[in-house]
């Protein structure tokens, strides 16, 4: 079995990442069981950030990495908050006051800019200085709800609304919610390259 180690300590994501490549044998293990130290996400894309976080992971385990920047872009914010979602809140930034703080923007917009989507990029390197590393990305359209619903998924997945399921995407069993997300369809493509 090959060993892939997943630059992140986020537990939901590895889970969801564990799940995703079991079946093609293929073991995905958290940076924080080798005591790497998180990158400094020092890019403006989803892409750079991406690159850094699995070179980062690489070079402290010597294993091929597995990284992923993903967030949400929001039309009526210019696409804010974008590559800062996960610290949208400042320091100290958790899931509820990113929540809320989103909330609070778009209290006052116009229904029709709450339209939003979540973007993954998800980025492969096979070693620290693989030049050439696999990049996949998937987008999710949505919108999103003043009102949280739902107590499945992460992030801003209670103020997601998905308009073809009726529902944000916190009320999303786990695998319906795989084949239809950002990262689902980044890691379909990833699935696809590694067969």
Same mark, same amino acid.
Not at 21 to 45: C, H, K, R, W, Y
Not at 72 to 92: C, Q, T
Not at 163 to 188: I, V
């Given at each position: 079995?090959?060993?892939?180690?997943?630059?992140?300590? $986020? =537990?939901? *994501?590895?889970a969801?990442?564990?799940?995703l490549l079991?079946?093609?044998? #293929? @073991? &995905?293990? %958290?940076?924080?069981?080798?005591?790497?130290?998180?990158?400094?996400?020092?890019?403006?894309?989803?892409?750079e950030?991406?690159i850094?976080?699995?070179? $980062? =992971?690489? *070079?402290?385990?010597?294993?091929?990495?597995i990284a992923?920047?993903?967030? #949400? @872009? &929001?039309? %009526?914010?210019?696409?804010?908050?974008?590559?800062?979602?996960?610290?949208?809140?400042?320091?100290?930034?958790?899931?509820?006051?990113?929540?809320?703080?989103?909330?609070?923007?778009?209290?006052?917009?116009?229904?029709?800019?709450?339209?939003?989507?979540?973007?993954?990029?998800?980025?492969?390197?096979?070693?620290?200085?693989?030049?050439?590393?696999?990049?996949?990305?998937?987008?999710?359209?949505?919108?999103?709800?003043?009102?949280?619903?739902?107590?499945?998924?992460?992030?801003?997945?209670?103020?997601?609304?998905?308009?073809?399921?009726?529902?944000?995407?916190?009320?999303?069993?786990?695998?319906?919610?795989?084949?239809?997300?950002?990262?689902?369809?980044?890691?379909?493509?990833?699935?696809?390259?590694?067969?």
């Amino acid at each position: 079995m090959e060993k892939i180690v997943l630059a992140s300590g $986020n =537990a939901k *994501k590895l889970a969801e990442m564990q799940q995703l490549l079991a079946p093609l044998n #293929i @073991e &995905v293990v %958290a940076q924080s069981e080798f005591s790497v130290p998180e990158a400094d996400e020092t890019g403006t894309t989803f892409v750079e950030n991406a690159i850094i976080k699995a070179r $980062n =992971a690489s *070079k402290y385990t010597g294993l091929p990495a597995i990284a992923d920047d993903s967030g #949400i @872009e &929001v039309a %009526a914010l210019k696409g804010a908050p974008g590559v800062y979602s996960a610290r949208f809140s400042g320091v100290g930034a958790t899931d509820a006051k990113n929540n809320a703080l989103l909330v609070e923007m778009l209290t006052d917009a116009p229904d029709v800019s709450r339209n939003a989507r979540y973007v993954a990029v998800i980025v492969l390197m096979r070693h620290e200085d693989d030049a050439t590393p696999l990049i996949c990305q998937g987008t999710w359209d949505g919108e999103i709800v003043l009102e949280p619903q739902g107590e499945q998924g992460f992030g801003y997945d209670p103020h997601f609304f998905v308009k073809e399921k009726h529902c944000t995407a916190a009320q999303l069993p786990a695998q319906e919610k795989n084949a239809l997300s950002h990262r689902g369809k980044a890691m379909a493509q990833l699935i696809q390259a590694l067969q």
